[in-house]
Every structure is written in structure tokens, then in C-alpha cells.
């Protein structure tokens, strides 16, 4: 009996010892790699930084972009998929970075039931100097409205996603996870130099699979878009300048025009980046391809009906309201910045 007790004492103990783990090995995930962004537009003084939002490991699913100022990291996600929740773990040494994927759940800072195209999210520091670096784990989930038809929205529902750059891949083992990496850049106001020269440029909402040229409409060549039909639900379009005879490529993307359709409303709303400013838009929204002028089309933008002029704003907004069935817009802007010649 003595030998019965003292052979299950030892078997409980062995039992205990296993259960907490504590001759436990480290992980031999190797460490995740680190992915830095492109340098974009400096953001009062700070430089900003340009990553990939990558949704099921290598679907690309949109763009996060990150900055700072003296206190504060902000982390701007913009996608055609509607964004259902954000959630970011922060590092500022490379030894605290978890080797295998944190629970998106527990992360710190993010935001729960965004529904939404864009939404930037701030993260407060206790200070932040030039040459500063931060490691960032950006987690994105998608979603859809159950009467969702938009097809950019439903080939995201559901999807979850992270910030890496062109180059991201996983390479570890377990649930996959990307980090992205950037170094606060303090810039002087143009070196001391003169203020910056602002040129203008017309731009043209875009609509990927929807955009329809103008020019396939009307005579005189004008060059731009209109887009649709679109049925009652989310888009979300980019803005174009100086891309001439609608080629992308020697245009400059300047923001996005973002609409919201639904109960025979449309919400449409322009955004251009922090380098730019909207100086004009000018807005058509119809059952018809374009307006009509003199018992033809027109993409004229001084013949559109809603028009905003001496602006010098980043986001103008439009309603328009009984509407019926499946919609045209042709957005229009004249927007100013520092353009490449």
C-alpha cells in the first residue's frame, strides 16, 4: 500500500511539473522579419510612410499609412473592403516582438466596428524624437452588410489582414502575422527655404471595373470618367490629377471620392491627401451616363449641377437625394499641390 501511495505522489508531482512547463524551451519560431514602407509626404514636418494591407497572407486588400508627430503615431487605413475592426500592438525594441502572432483581440490601441473605407487611428506616446524607431503588428478584419452587393466589399468580407510592404511574405510557423517597421524623420520647414509653390491639376474620380470613359461619349477628347451603374451600396474610387487621355500612369493620385448609396440617397464625399488642397469640385449623379446638354452628353465640369468653387480644403461632401434604381457619377476636382513635371 506504502508503495501504491508513494508511486502516485511521484506520478502527480511528474503530472504538475508538465502542466506548468517549467523546463518549457523558448519558441523556435524565428523571428519575424520586419518590413519597412515608402516614404511619402511629409505631414507637418514628420516624414509618413507607405505600407501594403495584405489580406489573407497575399491578397492585396488596400493602404496603411503611418506617421507621427512629437506624441503621437497615427496609422491611416484605406481600403475598397469595408473595414470591421482594427487592432495594432506597438514595439519600440526589437526584443519585445513575439515571434508567433499576439491576439489580435488584446491588442492595446485599434478600434472595434469601424464600417468604413478609411479610418485613421491614433496612438498616444509619451514622447517621440527624430531617429526614433517603431515596430508595429497592424491587424485589420473585414465585413459585410448582409443586403451587400458591391463585389470589392463581398471578395474582402470576412478576410483578415495585416500592413507589410511589396516584398512581404510569412515565413514563420502557426498563424501568419506581418510586421512593419519605420523611423521618425524630422524634417525642417523646406530647409529654411521659400514656401512651396502650389500648381493646380483637373482630376477625375476612378472607378477600377465601373469607370467608363468620357471620351467614349463626347466629342472634344476631354479626358476623365464617369462610373457606374451603380447600385445602392459602398464605393469607394481614386482620384486622379493630370492623368491625360485617362492614362494612369502619367497621373497622380491625389485621394479618393468615396460614395454611399442607399434609400435612394447618395452620399458622395471627396478626400484628398495632406500634401493637397480641393480648390473646386464639380459633381454629376443620375440614372443617365452623363448630363445632358443641348440633347447631348456633356463632361464639361462647369455644366455639372452641384459645383463648389474658392475652397481650400481636404474633404468636400454632397448629397443628393431621389435618386432611384442604378446611379452614374462623374466626380470632378481641381486640386492643388507640388506636382512632378
Not at 88 to 109: E, K, M, W
Amino acid at each position: 500500500m506504502k508503495k501504491l501511495i508513494v508511486f502516485l505522489m511521484t506520478f502527480m508531482l511528474l503530472f504538475t511539473l508538465s502542466a506548468f512547463d517549467l523546463n518549457a524551451k523558448p519558441s523556435n519560431n524565428p523571428a519575424p522579419p520586419i518590413y519597412f514602407g515608402e516614404e511619402r509626404e511629409i505631414i507637418d514636418n514628420w516624414q509618413s510612410y507607405e505600407f501594403t494591407l495584405w489580406a489573407g497572407q497575399n491578397i492585396e486588400a488596400g493602404t496603411v499609412i503611418v506617421w507621427n508627430d512629437e506624441e503621437t503615431i497615427f496609422v491611416r487605413i484605406i481600403s475598397p473592403g469595408l473595414i470591421d475592426d482594427v487592432h495594432i500592438y506597438v514595439y519600440n525594441d526589437l526584443s519585445l516582438i513575439p515571434n508567433t502572432r499576439p491576439a489580435p483581440g488584446l491588442a492595446p490601441y485599434g478600434q472595434e466596428d469601424v464600417y468604413d473605407h478609411d479610418v485613421t487611428i491614433e496612438i498616444p506616446m509619451d514622447e517621440i524624437n527624430d531617429g526614433d524607431t517603431f515596430y508595429l503588428i497592424v491587424h485589420v478584419a473585414f465585413t459585410a452588410m448582409d443586403d451587400e452587393t458591391d463585389e470589392a466589399i463581398l471578395a474582402l468580407a470576412d478576410e483578415t489582414a495585416y500592413a507589410g510592404n511589396d516584398d512581404s511574405e510569412f515565413t514563420g510557423r502557426g498563424a501568419w502575422f506581418y510586421v512593419i517597421g519605420f523611423t521618425a524623420k524630422y524634417h525642417d520647414d523646406n530647409g529654411g527655404g521659400d514656401d512651396p509653390i502650389l500648381t493646380s491639376e483637373t482630376a477625375w474620380a476612378y472607378g477600377g471595373a465601373y469607370a467608363l470613359e468620357n471620351k467614349d461619349y463626347i466629342t472634344g477628347g476631354q479626358w476623365g470618367w464617369t462610373n457606374g451603374p451603380l447600385a445602392e451600396g459602398s464605393y469607394l474610387f481614386d482620384l486622379y490629377a493630370g492623368a491625360g487621355q485617362n492614362d494612369l500612369s502619367k497621373g497622380t493620385l491625389v485621394g479618393s471620392v468615396q460614395i454611399e448609396y442607399a434609400g435612394g440617397v447618395a452620399t458622395v464625399t471627396y478626400t484628398v491627401f495632406d500634401e493637397f488642397l480641393l480648390g473646386e469640385v464639380h459633381l454629376y449623379v443620375g440614372n443617365d451616363v452623363l448630363p445632358m446638354l443641348n440633347s447631348s452628353y456633356t463632361a464639361a465640369p462647369g455644366q455639372f449641377p452641384m459645383i463648389a468653387e474658392d475652397l481650400e480644403v481636404l474633404t468636400y461632401e454632397f448629397v443628393v437625394e431621389d435618386l432611384q434604381g442604378e446611379i452614374f457619377v462623374a466626380a470632378h476636382a481641381v486640386v492643388y499641390g507640388e506636382y512632378d513635371e
